[in-house]
């Protein structure tokens, strides 16, 4: 739910034209429940940004895949800052918007460095989901650790993605095991690798039993097959492991392991789905973005498993009842609710990063900052701190912070 001033002009407004389009049908079709609004986090050198590169290029963003600090010397298109380009490193956050299938999802792609931990809190505060990344070789590291402390102090709901799977000594397993001991996590695989380090191919899905491996020059051929023999028995295995570890959090599914029956892959998909929202869960997807493998079913993670906006209970501090603590509904027919959470100079001016949790934002409207000045506001009073510069129309400004402008 990220609405945000653009960065590029005329393109900006072209951008706008073709995500309102998008944006009535899916407001016709599904409503807000096919949205999904996540962060992306990690430690330094686990692949975020790659990993987004991926995603953009798999949803349609861009038609051709840049690395980070590539010998093309592009540049992920994330990285947009020189110094990032030039360090190789993410300096600020970085919005974007994708489609994947039906669903509309608003990406962050944050820093890892720890001196930039600061653009992962803001974003996070604002996020209904989030990607935890982890490299399949150094596993939970320091920064790792700190996300993971940022996730639980906004409660939001992640997926981990274990990447980086072709490098000599990747270890899957052994990262999901730091993951139950170091971040207290009630972590299973959902996926097992196909071959690792120079013989990964792809990902066996535990939930539908398929085998899918990445062919083509960017990996988006997927090649969908029955699990290799050599892996059947592994594949039971891990999908008894992951009825275990949903068991312990969900009665239905403890009903089906206690049985000792195998429950369908539609309750078991809404098991995960229940848990994972409650934070009582993470389900742990793998692959290599850079070998562009396992990115696509990460995206199906995420539509299946992460929250729509209306799931994620916000709350605010209502200063006419004495800062009493209510709960705000998404809706625009609301009184309009906000929170400007980024504030960034680009050539074009200020560009101000902010999230609408209810009411509605259109073309010439100004909003008066709270923490401003108190009295002003219970006056209503306006203050101009944000406004919307593009030509938004009343319904489209009422979800413009699910679409970004980008």
């Known amino acids: 739910m990220l609405a945000q001033a653009a960065r590029h002009g005329a393109h900006a407004r072209k951008a706008s034209s073709r995500i309102s389009a998008r944006l009535l049908a899916t407001v016709a079709d599904d409503g807000v429940q096919k949205l999904r609004n996540i962060g992306i986090s990690a430690h330094i050198d686990s692949g975020k940004t790659t990993l987004t590169e991926r995603i953009l290029y798999y949803t349609g963003r861009?038609?051709?895949?840049?690395?980070?600090?590539?010998?093309?010397?592009?540049?992920?298109?994330?990285?947009?800052?020189?110094l990032?380009?030039?360090?190789?490193?993410?300096?600020?956050s970085a919005a974007t918007h994708a489609t994947w299938g039906d669903?509309?999802?608003?990406?962050?792609?944050?820093?890892?460095?720890?001196?930039?931990?600061?653009?992962?809190?803001?974003?996070?505060?604002?996020?209904?989901?989030?990607?935890?990344?982890?490299?399949?070789?150094?596993?939970?590291?320091?920064?790792?650790?700190?996300?993971?402390?940022?996730?639980?102090?906004?409660?939001?709901?992640?997926?981990?993605?274990?990447?980086?799977?072709?490098?000599?000594?990747?270890?899957?397993?052994?990262?999901?095991?730091?993951?139950?001991?170091?971040?207290?996590?009630?972590?299973?695989?959902?996926?097992?690798?196909?071959?690792?380090?120079?013989?990964?191919?792809?990902?066996?899905?535990?939930?539908?039993?398929?085998?899918?491996?990445?062919?083509?020059?960017?990996?988006?051929?997927?090649?969908?097959s029955e699990p290799p023999a050599a892996l059947v028995e592994a594949m039971e295995a891990k999908r008894l492991e992951l009825l275990e570890k949903l068991a312990d959090v969900d009665e239905e599914i403890a009903e089906y392991y206690i049985s000792e029956e195998n429950p369908p892959a539609e309750l078991l998909r809404a098991a995960i789905r229940r848990q994972t929202i409650a934070n009582a869960f993470t389900p742990v997807f793998m692959g290599s973005a850079f070998k562009n493998k396992g990115v696509q079913p990460l995206l199906d993670g995420v539509a299946h498993y992460l929250p729509a906006p209306t799931e994620v209970t916000n709350r605010a501090l209502d200063l006419d009842q004495g800062e009493k603590e209510v709960a705000l509904t998404g809706n625009p027919k609301d009184g309009f609710v906000g929170l400007a959470f980024k504030l960034e100079e680009g050539k074009f001016g200020q560009l101000t990063y902010m999230r609408l949790y209810q009411g509605s934002v259109s073309r010439g409207d100004t909003i008066y900052a709270m923490a401003a000045d108190r009295k002003k506001a219970r006056k209503r009073r306006w203050a101009p701190r944000a406004s919307l510069p593009h030509a938004l129309t009343w319904r489209e400004a009422a979800f413009a912070t699910r679409y970004p402008v980008t």
């Open 84 to 92: 990032e380009r030039e360090k190789g490193i993410t300096i600020q």
């Open 103 to 224: 669903y509309e999802i608003n990406v962050i792609d944050t820093p890892g460095h720890v001196d930039f931990t600061i653009e992962v809190e803001r974003a996070l505060r604002v996020l209904d989901g989030a990607i935890l990344v982890l490299c399949g070789v150094a596993g939970v590291q320091s920064q790792s650790i700190t996300v993971d402390r940022q996730m639980r102090r906004y409660n939001v709901p992640r997926l981990a993605f274990v990447n980086k799977l072709d490098r000599e000594g990747a270890n899957p397993d052994a990262v999901i095991e730091q993951l139950r001991n170091k971040l207290r996590l009630n972590a299973a695989a959902v996926q097992l690798p196909i071959g690792l380090s120079g013989a990964h191919e792809g990902v066996v899905d535990l939930v539908e039993r398929k085998a899918y491996r990445f062919t083509g020059p960017g990996g988006e051929v997927i090649e969908t």
């Open 62 to 82: 861009i038609g051709m895949i840049h690395e980070v600090r590539g010998k093309d010397g592009v540049g992920a298109k994330m990285d947009f800052m020189e």
